[in-house]
């Protein structure tokens, strides 16, 4: 806790309250869509990619979390026929994750909100402040 002008600030819940309620919103909307917030996050992802496929690692890296977890949820999203494996063009032993037609139907609704979303929570700082933002996320990032 740091304590600014006799405040007591505790970064560490903010930026957990801050996670929450944008998961909160990214939920409420994937769920008129019937995917998860996870399940947009990652057809977002894919969609970003050349050729719009990823092997499992960089859908790990990406955001941040363990192998058994990625598995999961990519397991789930092929079940609901949103994602397929398919065999590395440039390494048969590896699969690649790629997005099926019924999710690259809702890659513009997708790619819409997170671009609303950005605007919102940009608009009402300066670039120095959005840089001294994103230095400090990344140091916590990093810093596992």
């Given at each position: 806790?740091?304590?600014?002008?006799?405040?007591?600030?505790?970064?560490?819940?903010?930026?957990?309250?801050?996670?929450?309620?944008l998961t909160r919103q990214m939920n409420d909307l994937a769920r008129q869509n019937d995917l998860t917030g996870t399940q947009m996050n990652?057809?977002?992802?894919?969609?970003?990619?050349?050729?719009?496929?990823?092997?499992?690692?960089?859908?790990?890296?990406?955001?941040?979390?363990?192998?058994?977890?990625?598995?999961?949820?990519?397991?789930?999203?092929?079940?609901?026929?949103?994602?397929?494996?398919?065999?590395?063009?440039?390494?048969?032993?590896?699969?690649?994750?790629?997005?099926?037609?019924?999710?690259?139907?809702?890659?513009?609704?997708?790619?819409?909100?997170?671009?609303?979303?950005?605007?919102?929570?940009?608009?009402?700082?300066?670039?120095?402040?959005?840089?001294?933002?994103?230095?400090?996320l990344r140091y916590i990032k990093e810093d596992e």
């Amino acid at each position: 806790m740091i304590n600014v002008a006799n405040t007591m600030i505790n970064i560490g819940r903010l930026i957990k309250q801050a996670d929450s309620s944008l998961t909160r919103q990214m939920n409420d909307l994937a769920r008129q869509n019937d995917l998860t917030g996870t399940q947009m996050n990652v057809i977002d992802f894919l969609s970003r990619q050349e050729n719009v496929a990823a092997d499992q690692q960089a859908i790990e890296h990406e955001f941040n979390i363990r192998r058994s977890t990625t598995t999961i949820v990519l397991q789930r999203m092929e079940k609901r026929d949103l994602i397929q494996r398919i065999v590395d063009p440039d390494d048969r032993r590896k699969r690649q994750v790629q997005l099926t037609p019924v999710a690259q139907e809702l890659v513009p609704v997708v790619h819409d909100y997170i671009q609303k979303q950005e605007r919102r929570l940009t608009s009402r700082f300066t670039n120095q402040e959005l840089a001294t933002v994103a230095r400090v996320l990344r140091y916590i990032k990093e810093d596992e």
